[in-house]
């Protein structure tokens, strides 16, 4: 993938071009139209100026995600914006100019944050975002790894203490153990001290055990025999990001009584359109509803709890700087390489999160 304009790049670290004039242009990342990899473009435009409440940020790693696949495969999901658009949910940079009337921030501090106000747009080399969304990010971190927290540690916070309320010493089940969220549902759940049980295929079954958790294969493993096996009556919450009505209504099975089935992603379903999005949304309603002491708790909008969001964040933030969390960085890959990263997330065979990065 190669800059649309002649100019290769107009950026030298730091921000400034090559006489050590502050740089005018920046490189942005957009879905041209809906497609494959290669749909990906980079465009070279003005950097752009902060309004009032926003902070311009310089980026240094962006998330990619399977969000991201889905919204640059396909029109039909919910959210996803008109084509040209940027991805990205995700970003950790230093914050480079203050609009008007950001006071908690300084230029130059490092900080992270989500873009859902943009409803994306990580993928560039700065982006201006509300104040109120970003969070300072202790020195000395790797921009790689403190982006991981951002949404997908965020995200397995929000579905492990939000929904299911576990406690010290539950077991739980998490699908999808080895990717961008079920990694960080590894690595919390073993800080909550947590049994942990996680569906992944045998060549990320290392990835896995790394964090004490019993890998399932859920290929060649019936998953609700496999927990009837190892537990004896089932385990006290099952994470399910994988989705179809038959994998909820057999994560629901593998609960013991009193256990707590969280749906929260599309990984299995999301290439058949909407309506088993819809199905598997009844069914958990459905699920839910059977008297037998078992709950299907919805997963928490976490969009709506910017306070939440910036003290779990802030505490994120601060256990990793502390040696507590230990996220898995799949690859560094440079931004403008981002067909590249999607193209890695479309094979497959990977574990953890994928993360572009800039010079900067
Ligand atoms: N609700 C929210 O707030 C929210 C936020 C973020 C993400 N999500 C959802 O979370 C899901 C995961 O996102 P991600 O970025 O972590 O994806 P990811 O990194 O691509 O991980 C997906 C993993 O799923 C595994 N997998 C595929 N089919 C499976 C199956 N049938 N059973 C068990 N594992 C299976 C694959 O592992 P192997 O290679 O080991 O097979 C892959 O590593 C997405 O569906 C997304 O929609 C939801």
């Known amino acids: 993938m190669t800059p649309t304009t002649d100019h290769e790049n107009p950026l030298k670290p730091g921000g400034q071009d090559e006489y050590g004039s502050p740089a005018t242009k920046h490189h942005r990342v957009v879905v041209s139209r809906h497609g494959g990899p290669d749909v990906l473009q980079v ?77 994306g747009g990580g993928y560039a080399e700065f982006i201006c975002l509300p104040a109120s969304d970003l969070v300072p990010v202790p020195m000395g971190l790797d921009p790689a790894e ?84 190892l537990t004896g009556d089932g385990v006290d919450a099952v994470f399910d990001p994988i989705g179809g009505v038959r994998q909820v209504r057999r994560s629901y099975r593998a609960l013991r009584k009193g256990g707590r089935l969280v749906w929260f992603g599309v990984t299995g379903i999301s290439r058949r359109g909407m309506a088993p999005m819809v199905l598997t949304m009844l ?25 939440w969001y910036r003290e779990t964040l802030t505490e994120l933030l601060d256990s990793l700087a502390a040696g507590k969390l230990k996220p898995v960085v799949t690859e560094r890959i440079p931004l403008l390489e981002a067909a590249r990263a999607h193209e890695l997330l479309e094979r497959g065979g990977y574990a953890g999160k994928v993360v572009l990065v800039t010079g900067a």
Not at 283 to 307: C, E, F, Q, S, W
């Open 146 to 229: 403190a982006v991981c927290l951002v949404v997908n540690y965020i995200t397995a916070h929000g579905v492990m203490h939000r929904a299911a309320i576990v406690r010290s010493g539950e077991s739980i089940l998490v699908h999808g153990a080895a990717g961008g969220v079920g990694t960080a549902l590894l690595d919390l759940g073993k800080l909550a001290g947590l049994e942990i049980f996680g569906t992944a295929s045998e060549h990320n079954h290392d990835v896995v055990s790394a964090f004490g958790a019993t890998p399932i294969d859920y290929h060649t493993d019936d998953f609700v025999e496999r927990i009837y096996g």
């Open 283 to 307: 069914m958990r309603i459905l699920l839910g509803l059977i008297p037998d002491g078992k709950r299907a708790p919805v997963a928490p909008d976490l969009r709506k709890h910017n306070t």
């Open 43 to 119: 465009v070279e435009e003005d950097i752009p100026e902060p309004q009032a409440g926003e902070v311009r940020v310089k980026v240094q790693a962006a998330g990619v995600s399977a969000f991201d696949l889905m919204h640059r495969r396909s029109r039909s999901l919910p959210g996803t914006p008109r084509v040209p658009f940027t991805l990205g949910l995700d970003i950790v940079g230093v914050a480079d100019k203050l609009g008007e009337g950001v006071s908690a921030l300084q230029p130059g501090q490092s900080v992270a944050g989500w873009t859902f106000a943009q409803n």
